[in-house]
């Protein structure tokens, strides 16, 4: 088994174990080096998106001070949903390895398979306007960080 999917699992079993949420582990490695741990909290601080992949980002721009993680894996027990897919994305991370897929997800009881096969959104869009005025006020800030 793969060293750093190992310790991801670790991570999952220790979420289980603790009732802290669901059987969901994440690792994020540079370089060869482990930068940040963590399993699925979603039951223990009653977060809809503490998922094992988004707590290891976290961490890993904690400990390496920055919000861009590029350069770094991340391993994760599941293949991950579209929220930690998108956190994975805006941290600049390439590659992603997974284990169990959604369908193995949803086999247990939980809803994964149905982000990527049912529509389930209404989404209107009002008031834009309104809502470009920060986009005006940023775009002419000279001190400004784009990430």
Not at 21 to 33: Q, R, T
Not at 70 to 99: D, F, H, L, Q
Not at 135 to 145: G, L, S
Request: aromatic fraction near 10%.
């Amino acid at each position: 088994m793969n060293l750093y999917m190992h310790q991801a699992v670790k991570e999952a079993l220790i979420g289980v174990q603790k009732n802290h949420g669901g059987p969901f582990g994440a690792v994020i490695v540079k370089e060869g080096k482990v930068i940040a741990k963590a399993h699925n909290q979603v039951l223990k601080l009653n977060d809809p998106t503490s998922h094992a992949e988004i707590n290891a980002i976290k961490k890993a721009s904690k400990k390496l001070k920055t919000f861009d993680l590029s350069g770094c894996e991340i391993y994760t027990t599941c293949m991950p949903c579209p929220m930690c897919i998108g956190a994975v994305r805006w941290a600049n991370i390439k590659t992603i390895y997974y284990g169990a897929t959604s369908g193995d997800a949803d086999n247990i009881g939980f809803r994964d398979k149905e982000f990527y096969e049912k529509e389930f959104l209404d989404i209107k869009n009002i008031d834009r306007e309104e809502c470009l005025e920060p986009f005006r006020v940023w775009q002419e800030k000279e001190d400004k960080t784009i990430y």
